[in-house]
């Protein structure tokens, strides 16, 4: 989920960047749910060469924005104001992801008496 935020904070940055590039179509990531939607049979996954049993690595796809009614007539299709609430959105997901990686690693500790 960290890896698919921090992915997606890319992104949007190199909107960001190139909005005022004219023909630059915006780029999006395909969110964190629907990276493991589109993988939905009964195999386990490898995000890290030691696993064992998985197939596969995990991958996010970054493709370009579906979204192309906005498009400036330069042909850019950048919105700054979609692009901030989406790095909100992108933050969010990320601070969930560590608070969750923190509370794993507290009951790890309190489970080994190092609370």
């Given at each position: 989920m960290a890896q698919t935020a921090a992915l997606s904070q890319?992104?949007?940055?190199?909107?960001?960047?190139?909005?005022?590039?004219?023909?630059?179509?915006?780029r999006e990531v395909a969110s964190f749910a629907e990276t493991y939607r589109?993988?939905?049979g009964a195999n386990m996954r490898a995000t890290r060469a030691g696993h064992l049993g998985?197939?596969?690595?995990?991958?996010?796809?970054?493709?370009?924005?579906r979204d192309t009614n906005g498009a400036s007539p330069d042909g850019n299709s950048v919105s700054i104001e979609d692009e901030m609430?989406?790095?909100?959105?992108?933050?969010?997901?990320?601070?969930r992801a560590i608070a969750i990686y923190k509370s794993s690693l507290g009951i790890l500790r309190a489970s080994l008496g190092r609370s």
């Open positions: 890319s992104a949007i940055a190199t909107n960001i960047a190139n909005a005022d590039t004219p023909g630059y179509q915006a589109s993988d939905s998985g197939e596969g690595r995990y991958h996010v796809e970054v493709r370009e924005s609430v989406a790095a909100v959105r992108a933050k969010s997901q990320h601070d």
